[in-house]
């Protein structure tokens, strides 16, 4: 079956730790996407990658990174300098970034909820 | 400034009491409108996608239709497994959707 997975479910960090949330999908896919989503607000945009070693900030990128070099896997890490990481984190996948006067549908994974303790 | 809103932020319902859910936009230049709908502590699963003002689309108990300035997502005779927050999405001319905060359905037996 076609899909994306992440991992861990549930991740807990403690002040001052950098973790690191995986998302993998095997759609072949060549856009992949990170979003944050928090109670009340609607998902907000953290990096994005069109293509293998290319990657870019979305509008809420300080205090993580990103990395992607293999088409499959576009895992996220959230640094310490982020000050309030607690959150359901959501990973996203689409066939292109942008289909020309068309958008291509942008499929989710199951999430990562991340707890600072 | 580009922007998503969507109203009710909660919605109950009692089963079979058909009911909309609205999705209002501003933002240049509109490349699609998706409806997703996330169950609790979970991802959202795609429902629709929409192109230009007119079309619609259904789905079972579903139906969304898009105009120049908003969407709406139409539920027909609602049963409780249709509980679930709706959230609506728009891709304006630059690469990045712009989410609305959804509305939380609640159908009752």
């Known amino acids: 079956d076609g899909g994306i997975t992440q991992s861990p479910k549930y991740l807990f960090r403690k002040e001052g730790q950098n973790v690191t949330l995986s998302c993998e999908q095997n759609?072949?896919?060549?856009?992949m996407y990170w979003y944050r989503q928090d109670p009340g607000q609607g998902l907000r945009l953290i990096y994005y990658?069109?293509?293998?070693?290319?990657?870019q900030k979305g509008d809420i990128a300080e205090g993580y990174s990103v990395s992607r070099e293999k088409k499959e896997s576009f895992p996220l890490t959230v640094t310490s300098a982020q000050k309030n990481p607690t959150a359901f984190y959501l990973c996203?996948?689409?066939?292109?970034?942008?289909?020309?006067?068309?958008?291509?549908?942008?499929?989710f994974g199951p999430g990562t909820r991340l707890t600072v303790l | 400034e580009d922007q998503v809103t969507q109203s009710p932020e909660a919605l109950r319902l009692q089963e079979g009491e058909s009911s909309s859910l609205n999705c209002s936009y501003t933002?240049?230049?509109?490349?699609?409108l998706f409806w997703y709908r996330q169950d609790p502590g979970k991802g959202p699963e795609f429902l629709f996608t929409?192109?230009?003002a007119g079309e619609e689309k259904e789905k079972e108990r579903l139906k969304a239709t898009l105009t120049k300035k908003e969407s709406f997502l139409h539920i027909t005779a609602p049963k409780p497994e249709d509980s679930a927050t709706y959230l609506c999405?728009?891709?304006?001319?630059?690469?990045?959707?712009?989410f609305g905060a959804g509305t939380r359905l609640a159908v009752h037996p």
């Open positions: 999405a728009v891709h304006p001319g630059y690469n990045k959707l712009i």
């Open positions: 933002v240049s230049g509109l490349r699609g």
């Open positions: 990658s069109q293509i293998v070693n290319d990657f």
């Open positions: 759609l072949n896919h060549d856009a």
């Open positions: 929409l192109y230009s």
């Open positions: 996203a996948s689409s066939i292109r970034l942008a289909g020309g006067k068309r958008t291509d549908t942008q499929y």
